[in-house]
């Protein structure tokens, strides 16, 4: 796939978006600007700055411009309207909670319906697009499959899906090798594969079958490099691995690991952990130095005790470091091997209150700022759990390569609280293992504002 294809259209659709939203509002001043007071112009110029940040941040929070989504106009239409109600949804909680009862009720109509039609154009117009690249031959890649097969079948069916600039000739396959009706043409033999593909201008070749199967291959990747077609080998690993792999290299040799691990870069960990010193930081001296002694004399005052919780967990690595908390519980002896549930009897007042709002988590945040701990990450589990969890899949130490984390990829995505079935193991486990895959800096502080937003909206599972 031309990735600078894909970041151009995503480019384009993002401007689409705001080109239209900010004429909307500057058609919709032009109209009503003749009764509209002079001094109200600096309330019209924030509600101007909250549609265009509110629409941003949603965007960015649902990923409405991102590859996966861009590709397929159902997957974009869905998003898109999804995104826009919780937009409208913003806007007039904004008008509501700041009481901005100055602005014209014609002129946030306006702004605001309006739009939806101007994001329904955009779509299509976005449709359009797509279809004129698929249609232009300077645009496309031509491209021969080498070889008809399983690995060959599967291939094709991905560039039909997001091969958007992609022309598909046909198959290259010898005639006895090939067992059953294909959509595309077979146009040639493996040996002559190269001049049919000077003949049909083709650009790419992809080949299924490796030099392994096929020693005439090495010929086959010289003659077309001098025939100026890039020639591309698909190794099939299903055999022995059943997910895709990430390729490394360390110098010429390529290095294939299970997963992508972009933690594993130094860099990208200095950057986490000033993220993490950072928020830690803050959070220390403007809200633990005078949250810890309000909430400790509430503990304290309704359960005889210490103010903190020290609890065993496993960290990263599998070594296990003291996990801190605001004590809500009262003093008990399963403390270690239960967990809370629903209407737990052991529950305090106080620490019921704690628990709902998630005040009972903050003092992990000097696990964070002494490295034990990140802001985002992997829940960390007492040692018990660990133990009992890692038997249910073998994919569940995985979470460990990661220092574990208060908030994290799973729980934003309403997977946190109390766990009674294997199937929500797993369920965290994957969200565990895509956040390790997929992990950005980015991505950290979206999971920061979604846990703010989810802790300020209140969670079911939150006790």
């Known amino acids: ?24 509002y500057l058609i919709s001043w032009d109209l009503f600007r003749d009764r509209i007071p002079s001094n109200y112009l600096g309330i019209y110029f924030k509600y101007w700055v909250v549609l265009n940040s509110c629409w941003f941040m ?3 929070m649902s990923e409405v411009y991102a590859e996966k ?16 109600l919780i937009w409208v949804l913003c806007i007039f909680f904004y008008l509501f909670f700041f009481r ?19 994001l329904l154009l955009n779509r299509f117009t976005y449709l359009g697009i797509q279809e004129y690249l698929k249609r232009r031959v300077q645009f496309a890649k031509r491209v021969l499959i080498l070889g008809y097969n399983d690995l060959a079948v599967k291939l094709t069916r991905y560039f039909e899906e997001e091969g958007i600039n992609t022309q598909i000739i046909g198959y290259a396959e010898d005639e006895d090798k090939v067992k059953q009706l294909t959509h595309y043409p077979v146009v040639a033999n493996v040996k002559n594969s190269i001049l049919v593909s000077k003949e049909m201008e083709v650009n790419e070749i992809f080949s299924t079958i490796t030099p392994e199967q096929n020693e005439n291959i090495y010929e086959l990747m010289q003659q077309a490099e001098i025939e100026c077609i890039r020639f591309r080998i698909v190794p099939d690993l299903s055999l022995f691995i059943r997910h895709s792999v990430h390729i490394d290299y360390f ?10 691990e972009p933690l594993d870069d130094v860099n990208n960990k200095v950057k986490k952990r000033i993220l993490d010193i950072i928020v830690s930081l803050f959070v220390i001296i403007f809200i633990l130095s005078w949250l810890v002694p309000i909430v400790g004399l509430l503990i304290i ?16 690595d599998k070594k296990t470091f003291q996990c801190l908390k605001f004590r809500s519980m009262r003093v008990n002896k399963e403390s270690d091997t239960k967990q809370a549930t629903r209407n737990d009897s052991r529950v305090t007042r106080i620490g019921k209150f704690m628990r709902e709002t998630s005040l009972d988590e903050f003092p992990q945040f000097i696990n964070v700022f002494l490295g034990e701990m990140s802001v985002v990450g992997p829940r960390p589990h007492m040692l018990k759990h660990t133990e009992i969890y890692s038997k249910i899949t073998e994919h569940y130490m995985i979470r460990q390569f990661l220092k574990p984390g208060i908030t994290g990829w799973a729980q934003v995505n309403g997977y946190r609280g109390e766990i009674t079935q294997n199937e929500q193991v797993l369920n965290r486990i994957n969200y565990d293992i895509w956040y390790l895959e997929n992990w950005s800096l980015w991505l950290d502080i979206k999971i920061i504002f979604l846990t703010a937003y989810n802790i300020f909206k209140g969670e079911e599972n939150a006790f």
């Open 301 to 316: 005052l309704e359960s005889p005790g210490p103010i903190f919780f020290k609890q065993a967990r496993t960290g990263k």
């Open 58 to 60: 949603l965007c960015w």
């Open 251 to 260: 110098r010429d040799m390529p290095i294939l690991s299970l997963r992508s």
């Open 69 to 84: 989504i861009i590709l397929s106009f159902v997957s974009l239409s869905r998003r898109t309207m999804r995104t826009y």
């Open 100 to 118: 901005k009862i100055q602005l014209s009720r014609f002129f946030i109509i306006s702004t605001v319906a309006v739009f939806s039609v101007g």
């Open 1 to 24: 796939m031309n990735k600078r294809l894909i970041q151009n259209l995503q480019v384009s659709l993002i401007a689409l978006d705001f080109f239209i939203l900010n004429i909307i």
